[in-house]
């Protein structure tokens, strides 16, 4: 059986997702996913950042 | 600071992270829209919105000196003062907010909405049970 890799460790704090929630970029930089989603048309895209589940924020 | 007409909102939010979070759309210094970011961090402890300076300087903001250090839960930092507008909502229904003072960090792990103007113009209700937030415009 084909072994899943584990892409979390390269995962980027900030994410660019389309409609259906897909990746379309990401990156730990939170401008370059601001920059990277100008490049849709407005609203066709969201932006989020993905927290480490059990983050603290105080 | 003024704003559009308040607007009742009731966001849900994504508990995987376990903090409140709420749908924001800041302007380029040129007016020009960026996409929404779906998750900012409603937070109280803190005094105002505060953004990282590398989202600062792409919205072409300009930076002001603070007449005082910042107060983070990690000890004193240097921050910049900048002026902001920005869009609260999601889906159609918006509160346009304008020349709003906000705190702009180098260090700042996340986009945080704080007291000011969120909580000065509205009554919120965290209901973390249900993993939502209610924001009542204030009489």
């Known amino acids: 059986m084909k072994k899943k890799e584990n892409t979390k460790k390269h995962e980027g704090t900030w994410v660019l997702l389309n409609k259906k929630r897909k990746v379309l970029y990401r990156s730990d930089n939170v401008a370059d996913v601001f920059r990277k989603g100008q490049e849709y048309p407005h609203g066709?895209?969201?932006?989020?950042?993905?927290?480490?589940?059990?983050?603290?924020?105080? | 600071m003024p704003h559009s007409p308040l607007l009742k909102f009731n966001f849900t939010y994504d508990n995987r992270f376990g903090v409140p979070l709420i749908p924001i759309t800041?302007?380029?210094?040129?007016?020009?829209?960026?996409?929404?970011?779906?998750?900012?961090?409603?937070?109280?402890?803190?005094?105002?919105?505060?953004?990282?300076?590398?989202?600062?300087?792409?919205?072409?903001?300009?930076?002001?000196?603070?007449?005082?250090?910042?107060?983070?839960?990690?000890?004193?930092?240097?921050?910049?003062?900048?002026?902001?507008?920005?869009l609260l909502g999601r889906g159609g229904r918006f509160v346009h907010y304008s020349n709003v003072d906000i705190c702009v960090m180098k260090q700042c792990p996340a986009v945080l909405i704080g007291i000011r103007p969120l909580f000065e113009d509205y009554s919120v209700t965290i209901m973390a049970h249900q993993h939502r937030c209610i924001l009542e415009p204030k009489e």
């Open chain 1, 44 to 58: 066709t895209v969201i932006i989020e950042q993905r927290f480490e589940p059990g983050t603290c924020f105080f």
């Open chain 2, 26 to 86: 800041f302007l380029h210094k040129d007016g020009l829209q960026t996409q929404l970011l779906n998750n900012a961090i409603l937070d109280s402890g803190a005094y105002e919105i505060t953004i990282p300076k590398s989202l600062a300087d792409m919205l072409g903001l300009e930076l002001r000196p603070r007449s005082n250090p910042v107060h983070t839960a990690g000890g004193l930092t240097e921050g910049s003062t900048a002026t902001i507008n920005f």
